[in-house]
């Protein structure tokens, strides 16, 4: 599910619709997690479907640490990609806001952590990563790790519109990486390997 105060817009022709922020979003707020809604489609299963909805997955679903194929019911399969992405997923099926996300402004992934089964060239952006590549969770965790690191310790200082989704046990978890007492697990974990 994602963060309630965005909402979907048209961005421009080239990059179609995405999630907009109608309210700032801290840095370390959850904006999105998985929830029970959202469809999971085995690798076999999306094969067996007509190419329509193969097409519709290839285009809005991300796959998971075991080669699922995720669709998310909301506004959430909107969310676009970015070198340079204001929200990082971590090891525990949801994303966080790395930076404040002003109002008006897109919330975004780097889809170079989504398992994408074929690289794809992103808009440029002035970075140097002009593609992402179904391995870049290999190349870049590091970097993100320490990106969520750097905000894990406000998820439990700020509101959580979001956190009633989020397993009692899994909010200890947060709570302890949040103080210290705990490493927070890398985002390598999600790295599916058979691309």
Known sequence: MIHPNTELQF???????????????????ITWV???LDREFSKEELEALDPIYQNILDTYAFRDNKGRYILC?????????SFNSN?????YDFEIAIRDIQ????LTDDYGYL??????????????RKVVYPDDLLKYYKLWDKKLQNVFPTIPQ?????????SPSL??????????TIKMDSIINNYYGEQ
Not at 73 to 79: E, F, G, L, P, S
Not at 171 to 180: D, E, P
């Open 11 to 29: 961005i421009n022709k080239e990059i179609g619709y995405g999630v907009v922020a109608n309210s700032i979003i801290p840095a370390g707020t």
């Open 34 to 36: 998985l929830d029970k």
């Open 73 to 81: 019911w909301d506004n959430a399969r909107y969310v676009n990609h």
């Open 87 to 91: 929200c990082l997923t971590t090891a």
């Open 103 to 106: 109002i008006g402004e897109q």
């Open 115 to 128: 398992n994408i089964p074929t690289p794809f060239r992103g808009i440029d952006e002035g970075t140097k």
């Open 158 to 166: 700020l509101p959580q519109p979001l956190k009633p989704l989020v």
């Open 171 to 180: 909010w200890t978890k947060i709570s302890h990486i949040a103080q210290g």
